[in-house]
């Protein structure tokens, strides 16, 4: 199972008609695509060209991988894949014995 999560506010308007956006109510720094593969957390950070992680995702970063979850920070679909399937393999071959490789 995996859904993409968008922590962007959304506009509204005040009572006098002036639009302002409202904040997100989800914990900053949440990963664009939330995974649950085999029973793991997988959590997908898309950047792309010179894009790079904020303070508030690395630190979600840091508490996914404490979690025991898998993170990957994405630039491309190819070393995503790579990636993606080497940890499937890791998962597949630990399930069941307790000692899952983070």
Same mark, same amino acid.
């Given at each position: 199972? *995996?859904? #993409?999560?968008? !922590?962007?506010? %959304?506009?509204?308007? @005040?009572?006098?008609?002036? +639009?302002? #956006? *409202?904040?997100?109510?989800?914990? !900053?720094?949440?990963?664009?695509? +939330?995974?649950?593969?085999?029973?793991?957390? %997988?959590? %997908?950070?898309?950047?792309?060209? !010179? @894009?790079?992680?904020?303070?508030?995702?690395?630190?979600?970063? #840091?508490? =996914?991988?404490?979690?025991? $979850?898998?993170? =990957?920070? *994405?630039?491309?679909? @190819?070393?995503?894949?790579?990636?993606?399937? $080497?940890?499937?393999?890791?998962?597949?071959?630990?399930?069941?014995?307790? !000692?899952?490789?983070?």
């Amino acid at each position: 199972h *995996a859904e #993409r999560i968008s !922590n962007e506010g %959304v506009m509204r308007r @005040d009572k006098y008609g002036k +639009s302002f #956006r *409202a904040t997100s109510s989800m914990q !900053n720094g949440t990963a664009d695509i +939330s995974a649950t593969i085999l029973g793991r957390s %997988v959590k %997908v950070e898309v950047k792309i060209g !010179n @894009d790079r992680q904020s303070e508030a995702q690395e630190e979600y970063q #840091r508490q =996914i991988e404490n979690a025991r $979850g898998y993170y =990957i920070v *994405a630039k491309d679909f @190819d070393s995503f894949l790579t990636w993606f399937l $080497g940890k499937m393999e890791v998962i597949k071959a630990k399930k069941g014995g307790g !000692n899952e490789e983070k």
